[in-house]
């Protein structure tokens, strides 16, 4: 079951997937899949890899893909943490990272940047992360996070701020938007940023 601005977020995510007509896919902290069976899906996309840390979330999406009808893209399934997951991550157009970076120890976020941007490099990457200011629309007090495996939760500004800088030191120009609805002032539920290399 998903809500509707978890299905307007994937809506999202799926067109700056298909504008940049990738033929292969890195789903980064898929979870039980509800982007990554869209994408295996998507026409021209001949390979897909999901990539998670949790194996009963991966054990979960096997049972859905299972289900998909024949003739979409080759799937391959890895567990493991993205900064640690080296040559599964090689050769892909793009990759997407959908409400991943949020649970990942600020400390730890160089890791995870040098490896989807330094190594990995793939032409485009999709990063979505919760908007701090959209939380008391949902009736989330100040005091909290949306969920408990949140590290942290940023504001418009801030995501701004960190997307411009990755950007420059990695050789990639980007753009942010408000997505997931839209309140004039406080913008929407999520906040996505397209990265695209800039020798692509």
Do not use: K
Request: aromatic residues 4%.
């Amino acid at each position: 079951m998903t809500t509707l601005l978890h299905e307007e977020r994937l809506g999202a995510v799926l067109d700056a997937v298909r504008a940049c007509r990738p033929r292969s896919v890195a789903d980064l902290g898929c979870g039980r899949g509800d982007l990554l069976v869209r994408l295996a899906t998507l026409p021209g996309v001949a390979r897909v890899t999901g990539l998670d840390t949790a194996r009963d979330a991966l054990e979960a999406l096997r049972a859905r893909l299972a289900a998909l009808p024949p003739g979409g893209a080759e799937v391959t399934l890895v567990a493991g943490a993205i900064a640690e997951a080296g040559s599964a991550l090689a050769g892909h157009d793009c990759a997407t990272l959908v409400e991943v970076i949020e649970h990942v120890a600020p400390a730890e976020l160089p890791a995870l940047e040098r490896a989807v941007f330094a190594r990995m490099r793939p032409a485009r990457v999709v990063v979505t992360t919760p908007n701090a200011e959209f939380n008391p629309l949902l009736g989330v007090p100040t005091s909290r996070r949306r969920h408990p495996g949140h590290r942290f939760e940023w504001p418009r500004r801030r995501f701004r701020d960190w997307t411009g800088t990755l950007a420059r030191r990695h050789g990639y120009h980007a753009a942010c938007r408000d997505i997931a609805g839209c309140h004039p002032d406080l913008g929407g539920a999520s906040q996505m940023a397209v990265f695209d290399r800039d020798d692509a």
